[in-house]
């Protein structure tokens, strides 16, 4: 999909605006998807620039069709795959482990007391929706543990269950 630069630019101010720093054109949409909790990457092309044209505006946000496309998903895995888009994880799992305190949403256990080695985990695997990926509200920290009890098996969200 191609995203005009000046509505890049208009998204990455509006982020900054709402707190959402070092935007970049390849992750505009993913960071756009956030601030807005919709998702927008499984969305047709036209659709998510309706959507971003709509956040950078102050027009009313249509409620959009339920669509099957995977033409930004495409654009998702190789950001995914890219340095920059690793630098990206690898700040977002530091603000995960921030909010969950450092120890495991399952067993409660953490690096310090008890020496386990922890992951932050995809609640709904990348295999299953990976326009998730980067979404905070479906990251969770568990030990390796519980991790691998897990696998790719069951999507629960275990934070709050303490
Ligand atoms: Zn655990």
Redesign the pocket.
């Known amino acids: 999909m191609f995203i005009p630069k000046d509505l890049v630019t208009k998204c990455c101010k509006k982020l900054e605006k709402m707190g959402i720093r070092g935007s970049t054109p390849e992750s505009v949409v993913v960071d756009v998807q956030i601030a807005l909790g919709r998702n927008i990457v499984n969305m047709k092309g036209q659709k998510a620039l309706d959507f971003l044209q709509a956040f950078v505006g102050n027009a009313a946000i249509k409620e959009p069709r339920q669509e099957k496309s995977f033409s930004c998903l495409k654009e998702l895995t190789v950001y995914l795959n890219s340095s920059a888009g690793q630098a990206r994880w690898r700040s977002l799992r530091y603000d995960i482990l921030e909010r969950d305190k450092g120890k ?1 949403c ?4 953490n690096a310090h007391a008890h020496g ?1 080695v922890l992951h932050v985990d995809h609640i709904v695997p990348k295999s299953v929706d990976i326009s998730l990926a980067f979404d905070p509200e479906n990251l969770q920290v ?2 390796e ?2 991790n691998l009890g897990k696998s790719n098996r069951f999507s629960t969200d275990w934070r709050n269950k303490h």
């Open positions: 495991c399952l067993c409660g256990r386990v568990l030990c543990e519980c």
